[in-house]
């Protein structure tokens, strides 16, 4: 897990009091949180976006967090901005509200019985709109939902405005997967005109501004966003969340000014600084779920940070769908005490657990026989029940449960399928062959079209790719051979490497509609390896199969374009093809520059298993 430093003269700040730190420790321990240790970090001053970065006593930086300037070299190199004690602690998360000293004091301040229930924020109806364009939901651009708010009577220092952005890039970590799912915009409401804003789609080439971290007067500055991705650092590291993109979002105020491209970069035009006080924060992303937690849990440190601060809300207009946000209403959870109670495995009547629930900061009260729990807006970790049954054990305290038993034994065994992989990686490796292990997603390109396969419609497409090269599960080990052969170019030869593993095919009649099939693949490569080579490493591994009668098997030459004409062979028992073998054709094996003969080989090892048990 990431590691985060929490400055503890914020942290007491905003507790109330200084803890002794072994204390602190020893109840951060109790609540969860994996304390690393206390150390003393150094401070610097970004010269481009003026953003404090922090290292280690015995470390130097290396580039700006927010802009991505090259503090390496002498034209950014940062100024030095004294010292701060930290606490270093692992992120959890499921808990991304514990994330900066205000999430985590507020939350201690109810686990050691300062405070119980959930603290309140003002929360006003505000006068901002933003329009959305309804072809940010196309394929051209795809980041279609956005929601925002204003808070307003901020006050900042350089430790608070460093925590705000700390808290961005780790939500961006932890609720964002790197900015996919929620990426977060901070704006200087004053550099702001409104109160009418557009988030839209715009042509790379189109418009210029200034991105963050670049100087406002300098002409040369202004950039379109087609140029920010190829050059500006922060466009170059997340350039791949718009690839495949003919035009990219742009959020724009009422005068046309461009204050971001999300999830790329803001504006220098709009950039938070320590006379701020008002803000626009917005947050962009693929569906309301994930972006309404992230500007909940933004907005609800802000206000803890500065208890006199308010908050305004933003109309979002979809065409005709409007919808208000944020919305700090609490989720409403209700539990059943007695079996909460047996759940933790502790005597607790229900009056103790709204006590305990009052600690982790919900607001609780007995409902009958149940209990309605009011589970506060910054809490993104509660999707169940059972999630408020953890709350109460942590609050109860792990520690204090009593040990219990087994009242039963249960015995493992290794799965058959398991097994019979381990016979044939044994076989293999016997060989000489060396087991390499491949990524189990491809694209259609990688799989088909280069190895010279047939193409199926049966293979398993993801809806959501990461990227390109990987938006199907695999159907054959050899596409991965190949490639490991590829990259091998530059070792001794010859190469003898095998992979037994699984592969994917829809499978209608599955309860999931997919199914997995067990596959061992081997290859040959090397001056002198042809078919005779592969078709005796095939005879030996079949030798080792118990209870497998060579002559149910039989060879019949292969057509597939990934074998040199008359050098491959389909292997079919009982009718059915089982496996392929053969020496592969040198127009395949230029698709990898591979320079070297290769012979490769396919079985299922699933289908052997069958052949066995079915008596061929």
Request: net charge negative.
């Given at each position: 897990?990431?590691?985060?430093?929490?400055?503890?003269?914020q942290f007491d700040a905003r507790f109330g009091e200084t803890l002794d730190r072994a204390l602190l420790e020893n109840e951060l321990h109790r609540f969860g949180c994996s304390v690393e240790g206390w150390t003393?970090?150094?401070?610097?001053?970004?010269?481009?976006?003026?953003?404090?970065?922090?290292?280690?006593?015995?470390?130097?930086?290396?580039?700006?967090?927010?802009?991505?300037?090259?503090?390496?070299?002498?034209?950014?190199?940062?100024?030095?901005?004294?010292?701060?004690?930290?606490?270093?602690?692992?992120?959890?998360?499921?808990?991304?509200?514990?994330?900066?000293?205000?999430?985590?004091?507020?939350?201690?301040?109810?686990?050691?019985?300062?405070?119980?229930?959930?603290?309140?924020?003002?929360?006003?109806?505000?006068?901002?709109?933003?329009?959305?364009?309804?072809?940010?939901?196309?394929?051209?651009?795809?980041?279609?939902?956005?929601?925002?708010?204003?808070?307003?009577?901020?006050?900042?220092?350089?430790?608070?405005?460093?925590?705000?952005?700390?808290?961005?890039?780790?939500?961006?970590?932890?609720?964002?997967?790197?900015?996919?799912?929620?990426?977060?915009?901070?704006?200087?409401?004053?550099?702001?005109?409104?109160?009418?804003?557009?988030?839209?789609?715009?042509?790379?080439?189109?418009?210029?501004?200034?991105?963050?971290?670049?100087?406002?007067?300098?002409?040369?500055?202004?950039?379109?966003?087609?140029?920010?991705?190829?050059?500006?650092?922060?466009?170059?590291?997340?350039?791949?969340?718009?690839?495949?993109?003919?035009?990219?979002?742009?959020?724009?105020?009422?005068?046309?000014?461009?204050?971001?491209?999300?999830?790329?970069?803001?504006?220098?035009?709009?950039?938070?600084?320590?006379?701020?006080?008002?803000?626009?924060?917005?947050?962009?992303?693929?569906?309301?779920?994930?972006?309404?937690?992230?500007?909940?849990?933004?907005?609800?440190?802000?206000?803890?940070?500065?208890?006199?601060?308010?908050?305004?809300?933003?109309?979002?207009?979809?065409?005709?769908?409007?919808?208000?946000?944020?919305?700090?209403?609490?989720?409403?959870?209700?539990?059943?005490?007695?079996?909460?109670?047996?759940?933790?495995g502790a005597p607790l009547s229900a009056d103790e657990i709204v006590s305990y629930l009052g600690a982790m900061r919900h607001d609780?009260?007995?409902?009958?026989?149940?209990?309605?729990?009011?589970?506060?807006?910054?809490?993104?970790?509660?999707?169940?029940?059972?999630?408020?049954?953890?709350?109460?054990?942590?609050?109860?305290?792990?520690?204090?449960?009593?040990?219990?038993?087994?009242?039963?034994?249960?015995?493992?065994?290794?799965?058959?399928?398991?097994?019979?992989?381990?016979?044939?990686?044994?076989?293999?490796?016997?060989?000489?062959?060396?087991?390499?292990?491949?990524?189990?997603?491809?694209?259609?390109?990688?799989?088909?079209?280069?190895?010279?396969?047939?193409?199926?419609?049966?293979?398993?497409?993801?809806?959501?790719?990461?990227?390109?090269?990987?938006?199907?599960?695999?159907?054959?080990?050899?596409?991965?051979?190949?490639?490991?052969?590829?990259?091998?170019?530059?070792?001794?030869?010859?190469?003898?490497?095998?992979?037994?593993?699984?592969?994917?095919?829809?499978?209608?009649?599955?309860?999931?509609?997919?199914?997995?099939?067990?596959?061992?693949?081997?290859?040959?490569?090397?001056?002198?390896?042809?078919?005779?080579?592969?078709?005796?490493?095939?005879?030996?591994?079949?030798?080792?199969?118990?209870?497998?009668?060579?002559?149910?098997?039989?060879?019949?030459?292969?057509?597939?374009?990934?074998?040199?004409?008359?050098?491959?062979?389909?292997?079919?028992?009982?009718?059915?093809?089982?496996?392929?073998?053969?020496?592969?054709?040198?127009?395949?094996?230029?698709?990898?520059?591979?320079?070297?003969?290769?012979?490769?080989?396919?079985?299922?090892?699933?289908?052997?298993?069958?052949?066995?048990?079915?008596?061929?």
């Amino acid at each position: 897990m990431p590691i985060v430093g929490i400055p503890l003269d914020q942290f007491d700040a905003r507790f109330g009091e200084t803890l002794d730190r072994a204390l602190l420790e020893n109840e951060l321990h109790r609540f969860g949180c994996s304390v690393e240790g206390w150390t003393t970090m150094r401070r610097f001053r970004c010269k481009c976006c003026a953003a404090l970065a922090e290292v280690g006593e015995d470390e130097s930086p290396v580039a700006c967090e927010i802009c991505g300037a090259d503090f390496r070299s002498e034209a950014h190199a940062p100024t030095p901005a004294g010292e701060v004690k930290v606490l270093r602690m692992e992120l959890l998360a499921v808990r991304p509200d514990l994330f900066d000293p205000a999430g985590l004091a507020r939350a201690m301040r109810g686990f050691l019985g300062k405070e119980s229930g959930a603290p309140r924020y003002r929360l006003e109806t505000g006068e901002w709109r933003i329009e959305v364009d309804p072809a940010l939901a196309g394929p051209d651009v795809h980041r279609p939902r956005i929601v925002a708010a204003t808070l307003h009577d901020l006050a900042f220092d350089d430790g608070s405005l460093r925590s705000l952005m700390k808290l961005q890039e780790t939500i961006h970590w932890a609720l964002g997967r790197d900015r996919k799912l929620a990426s977060i915009g901070v704006y200087d409401l004053a550099k702001v005109r409104g109160p009418l804003l557009r988030y839209a789609a715009a042509e790379r080439d189109g418009l210029r501004f200034v991105p963050l971290g670049y100087d406002l007067d300098d002409p040369s500055a202004e950039q379109t966003p087609a140029e920010i991705l190829d050059s500006h650092p922060k466009g170059k590291a997340f350039a791949k969340l718009l690839e495949g993109c003919s035009r990219v979002p742009l959020l724009s105020d009422q005068a046309g000014a461009v204050l971001s491209m999300p999830p790329i970069i803001n504006s220098e035009a709009t950039r938070v600084t320590l006379e701020t006080r008002d803000v626009l924060i917005d947050v962009t992303g693929l569906d309301d779920r994930h972006i309404d937690r992230a500007l909940n849990i933004v907005i609800c440190s802000l206000l803890e940070t500065t208890p006199s601060a308010h908050a305004r809300t933003v109309d979002i207009a979809y065409g005709e769908e409007t919808r208000r946000v944020p919305d700090l209403e609490a989720q409403i959870v209700d539990i059943d005490p007695v079996a909460a109670a047996r759940l933790i495995g502790a005597p607790l009547s229900a009056d103790e657990i709204v006590s305990y629930l009052g600690a982790m900061r919900h607001d609780a009260q007995v409902r009958g026989e149940s209990i309605r729990v009011e589970v506060p807006a910054w809490r993104a970790d509660i999707l169940h029940p059972r999630d408020l049954c953890e709350d109460i054990a942590i609050a109860y305290g792990y520690d204090r449960l009593e040990e219990v038993g087994l009242t039963s034994a249960t015995y493992g065994a290794a799965d058959s399928r398991e097994e019979r992989a381990g016979r044939v990686r044994q076989a293999l490796i016997g060989q000489g062959f060396l087991e390499v292990m491949t990524l189990a997603l491809c694209s259609e390109e990688a799989s088909f079209d280069k190895t010279g396969l047939e193409r199926r419609d049966d293979f398993i497409r993801l809806e959501h790719p990461i990227s390109v090269e990987q938006t199907m599960v695999r159907v054959s080990t050899i596409p991965g051979l190949m490639d490991t052969l590829a990259i091998n170019l530059g070792h001794p030869y010859p190469q003898r490497i095998c992979e037994v593993g699984l592969v994917g095919r829809l499978r209608p009649e599955e309860e999931t509609g997919a199914g997995e099939e067990l596959m061992a693949g081997f290859a040959l490569a090397g001056d002198g390896f042809g078919y005779a080579e592969i078709r005796s490493a095939v005879d030996a591994l079949l030798a080792e199969w118990p209870l497998l009668d060579p002559a149910t098997l039989d060879f019949v030459p292969s057509d597939l374009p990934l074998f040199l004409e008359g050098r491959g062979a389909e292997v079919l028992a009982a009718g059915r093809r089982i496996g392929r073998l053969g020496e592969v054709s040198p127009a395949i094996l230029e698709n990898y520059r591979i320079i070297h003969p290769v012979s490769v080989a396919e079985f299922s090892v699933d289908a052997l298993a069958r052949i066995t048990a079915a008596g061929h």
